[in-house]
T-cell receptor, first 114, second 113 residues
Framework: AQSVTQLGSHVSVSEGALVLLRCNYS??????LFWYVQYPNQGLQLLLK??????LVKGINGFEAEFKKSETSFHLTKPSAHMSDAAEYFC????????????FGKGTRLSVIA | KAGVTQTPRYLIKTRGQQVTLSCSPI?????VSWYQQTPGQGLQFLFE???????NKGNFPGRFSGRQFSNSRSEMNVSTLELGDSALYLC????????????FGEGSWLTVV
């Protein structure tokens, strides 16, 4: 069974600073990995996804994530935070085997301080 | 093209009542899944449908049920509502392959009083 652990339920950064949101996964088979963002009172929007084509994945809004199999990690980064990045971020995993559902982490709330 | 559409967006129900939520997937998507989101439990998988068949089911009581129609539209039903069922219910759709992106709707906010 797959699982996702997001370290830190709340991360606060200054505007212009590096954003680093941590995600570790557990999967017995090769995984597909996703990062979603949720703004207040909205659904989830896909930021980026890893599907084994490349370990460094670039997404929307300047975000990127690196798949590290040896560390079972898929951390999300952005070089310079913007006020509009304040939102809830979810890491999710889906096994590349059978019909398994998308499993989400608990989420990390990102605050950006002016 | 239009995204995943969920109706109603907001609703208030009384304990013991039942509720039906509707979801229209993105055109061409045949897989529809449902999630419950609460502050305490986060995003929890309810069930997934593909071509009118339930393909996966999460760990929820039998009061939670769903179905998918031949046009891929889906409904979920919660009977005998409890206060703890208050949540955001998210519907998502995708093409069939497991690596395909899952697109989410805006959700239906259910408040049980």
């Amino acid at each position: 069974a797959q699982s996702v652990t997001q370290l830190g339920s709340h991360v606060s950064v200054s505007e212009g600073a590096l954003v680093l949101l941590r995600c570790n996964y557990s999967s017995s088979v090769p995984p597909y990995l996703f990062w979603y963002v949720q703004y207040p009172n909205q659904g989830l929007q896909l930021l980026l996804k890893y599907t084994s084509a490349a370990t460094l994945v670039k997404g929307i809004n300047g975000f990127e994530a690196e798949f590290k199999k040896s560390e079972t990690s898929f951390h999300l980064t952005k070089p310079s935070a913007h006020m509009s990045d304040a939102a809830e971020y979810f890491c999710a995993v889906r096994a590349d085997s059978g019909n398994t559902p998308l499993v989400f982490g608990k989420g990390t709330r990102l605050s950006v301080i002016a | 093209k239009a995204g995943v559409t969920q109706t109603p967006r907001y609703l208030i129900k009384t304990r013991g009542q039942q509720v039906t939520l509707s979801c229209s997937p993105i055109s061409g998507h045949r897989s529809v899944s449902w999630y419950q989101q609460t502050p305490g439990q986060g995003l929890q998988f309810l069930f997934e449908y593909f071509s009118e068949t339930q393909r996966n089911k999460g760990n929820f009581p039998g009061r939670f049920s769903g179905r998918q129609f031949s046009n891929s539209r889906s409904e979920m039903n919660v009977s005998t509502l409890e206060l703890g069922d208050s949540a955001l219910y998210l519907c998502a759709s995708s093409l069939d392959q497991v690596g395909n992106t899952i697109y989410f709707g805006e959700g239906s906010w259910l408040t049980v009083v």
